[in-house]
């Protein structure tokens, strides 16, 4: 078995006084990818939130390849090789494509190479470098946040709701560049997603979120995959 990429041990974590994740353990191997699925308001972004430093832990630990992180301020984790796009708009509207892309690296030396890289998945964007990001459509906008992160080489992507409220052949461009990044880095990632056939078509495996606490898991591949995750948001 690969080692583990991302561990969450007996996470608790809320806003201020409200607690919403209770005791949460979750292994995510190295190149894996996993999608945390389940209901709005179950605790899923809040735990994204909480792997990133954003909020405080209250109990628990968590580890990036094998490291504590469980204190590290954001800025600190995304250094470390976590890259996270936000449910919330994350892009700023006034800089350019460019600029948004650049502002994932270390060195802005790198730019060319990592976005040479990266634009035959995102094609979109090869002659429209100099474009305001906030003069994109909501789905250029989604590709572009992916993009940015895909640019940083992460060893871990969290994706937040990458695919609410978009056209399905944005959501198919999207998968492919999930996949794509998946065969040719082999990088790991923790998905929280609402669209459930595109989270079981980009990852190995899935977990459910109910009322703060994992409830459930599979492969899924299996054949009663969908059906047991649809079970979970019908009640």
Known sequence: MSQAALQMNAVTSGYKASVVLRSV????RAGEAVALLGKNGMGKSTLLKTVMGYLPKKSGAIQLAGGDITRFAPHKIARLGIAYAAQEQALFADLSIRDNLRLGLVKESTFDERFTEIEPVFPVFKTRLRQYAGTLSGGEQKMLLLARALMMRPSVILLDEITEGLQPSVIDR???ALL???EKRGTTM????QNVPFALKVVDRFVVLKQGEIVDEGNACADEAMEKVFNHLRV
Do not use: C, F, K, N
């Open 25 to 28: 353990s979750l292994t995510i």
């Open 174 to 176: 999207l998968a492919d």
């Open 180 to 182: 794509w990044e998946r």
């Open 190 to 193: 923790l998905i929280v997603e």
